[in-house]
């Protein structure tokens, strides 16, 4: 079954660096989010992105934030100068409508030191 | 600003009995709510996708019901199993556009032998 994958599981890096956590979402899904969860927190809408451009962002998604889709396969969210509340569990996802149910990849664990 | 909440945040049942897990949203203009279950460490694992012109979902021993003029969910898991302790996470669509999904803190689910 096609599933979302997320490399690395897990990212430590420290205050101030840039950081690139990558996805692939399934093949003809057109839709693609990025959301994250601090430990012991709700899970939190960071980016929609449809058609080559970001769709939705909240109010987290500041300045710091950027996302990409560099190839036909590749969903990236850069963060430019990391800190430490940056750190998360950061999940992408795929849908292939809007209205279709999205699929969750494992997550990224950041840790910003 | 959508507001997702679950009761209870925490719920222990024994192996075999039917339970209820509910959900509630304070904006009814969605445009869809999805169940899901993630289990420790992990990511999210879709359940139950609910369109907002529907009423309910099956799949299995799970069926959620949806009632949008009241801003309510429930999860009906039936027959419970100590396989089916997670935390059950509930997420609506919404937004200008629909592009943003809120999730509620979920209800961690312990199911004893």
């Known amino acids: 079954e096609p599933e979302v994958t997320q490399t690395p599981s897990h990212q430590v890096t420290q205050m101030g660096q840039e950081v690139i956590l990558r996805c692939v979402p399934i093949?003809?899904?057109?839709?693609f989010y990025w959301y994250r969860q601090i430990l012991g927190q709700k899970v939190e809408f960071l980016v929609s992105?449809?058609?080559?451009?970001?769709?939705?962002k909240s109010e987290i998604f500041d300045d710091q934030f950027s996302v990409e889709r560099p190839d036909g396969s590749n969903f990236t969210l850069k963060i430019r100068s990391t800190k430490l509340e940056d750190s998360a569990m950061y999940f992408c996802?795929?849908?292939?409508?809007?209205?279709?149910?999205?699929?969750f990849g494992p997550g990224t664990r950041l840790t910003v030191t | 600003k959508q507001e997702v909440t679950q009761i209870p945040a925490a719920l222990s049942v024994p192996e075999g009995e039917n339970l209820v897990l509910n959900c509630s949203f304070t904006?009814?203009?969605?445009?869809?709510l999805q169940w899901f279950r993630q289990d420790p460490g992990k990511g999210l694992t879709s359940l139950l996708l609910?369109?907002?012109?529907?009423r309910e979902q099956t799949s299995g021993r799970l069926n959620a019901s949806l009632d949008k003029s009241s801003g309510r969910s429930t999860l009906y898991i039936a027959a419970s199993q100590p396989g089916d302790s997670a935390t059950y996470l509930c997420?609506?669509?919404?937004?200008?556009?629909?592009?943003?999904?809120?999730f509620g803190s979920g209800t961690k689910l312990n199911v004893k032998p």
């Open positions: 093949s003809n899904h057109l839709y």
């Open positions: 904006d009814s203009a969605i445009y869809n």
């Open positions: 609910i369109q907002s012109s529907q």
């Open positions: 992105f449809y058609n080559n451009e970001i769709s939705e």
């Open positions: 996802a795929s849908s292939e409508t809007q209205v279709n149910e999205q699929y």
């Open positions: 997420a609506v669509f919404t937004g200008n556009n629909f592009n943003k999904f809120y």
